[in-house]
């Protein structure tokens, strides 16, 4: 139990184009799921909290006009890359809770030429 | 200071040999402790979750939990080639909430 998924699993775009990533909650409910991304060999970056039905929560310095979430349904949040420029390159994931703790997705390697 | 503290490593042990990966933190209003192994280019998969003081063990994991010195560990058993990865430690207030996590630790086991 306490699958999450994500899709794509990869993508490469052009700079200067959106790219909607999709975060899933395949066996369970989520009220709340959270955006990370991660750069090589280092830890975890927490970008913004999403809560169904409400406006998400963004992390100290991160844009929330270039990255935005969308949580319109208890299984279902998206982050779409606006504009995407090179240095967005970056691997993403998301989390969803399940009682007291936090599920992660595979995550998606997103590469901006 | 940062709120979570872990040793990046790399650390490199031989097969068999019984592994101890360790953070501290400042906050002691924590209260959820978690470990996730990160496999290369996957996302994080939780390991052991504990709640509050006290020792977890789930076959050859074992999560321990001093709440008085703001100290977490994870020991390792038997380790296997298998182990090799990365492992977060993280923490929070609520559990299901915002989590803190530390820097990782790379780990690999030696055949």
């Known amino acids: 139990g306490a699958v999450v998924s994500q899709h794509p699993s990869w993508v490469i775009c052009k700079s200067g184009t959106s790219v909607k990533i999709e975060c899933r909650s395949l066996d369970f409910q989520a009220t709340t799921m959270f955006w990370y991304r991660q750069f090589p060999k280092q830890s975890l970056m927490l970008m913004a909290t999403?809560?169904?039905?409400?406006?998400?929560?963004?992390e100290q310095g991160v844009e929330k006009d270039k990255f935005l979430i969308n949580h319109a349904s208890l299984t279902l949040s998206t982050l779409t890359v606006t504009s995407a420029h090179p240095e967005d390159s970056s691997f993403y994931i998301c989390s969803a809770n399940n009682a007291d703790t936090q599920y992660f997705g595979p995550g998606t390697r997103l590469t901006v030429l | 200071q940062k709120e979570v503290e872990q040793d990046p490593g790399p650390l490199s042990v031989p097969e068999g040999a019984i592994v101890s990966l360790n953070c501290t933190y400042s906050n002691s209003a924590f209260q959820y402790f978690m470990w996730y192994r990160q496999y290369s280019r996957k996302g994080p998969e939780l390991l052991m979750y504990t709640y509050s003081s006290g020792n977890k063990e789930d076959g050859r994991f074992t999560a321990q939990v001093d709440k008085s010195s703001k100290y977490i560990s994870l020991f390792i058993r038997d380790s296997q080639p298998s182990d090799s990865a990365t492992y977060l430690c993280?923490?929070?207030?609520?559990?299901?909430?915002?989590?803190?996590f530390g820097q990782g630790t790379r780990l690999t086991i030696n055949p």
């Open positions: 993280a923490t929070g207030i609520q559990g299901a909430q915002k989590l803190v």
């Open positions: 999403s809560n169904e039905g409400s406006k998400a929560t963004y």
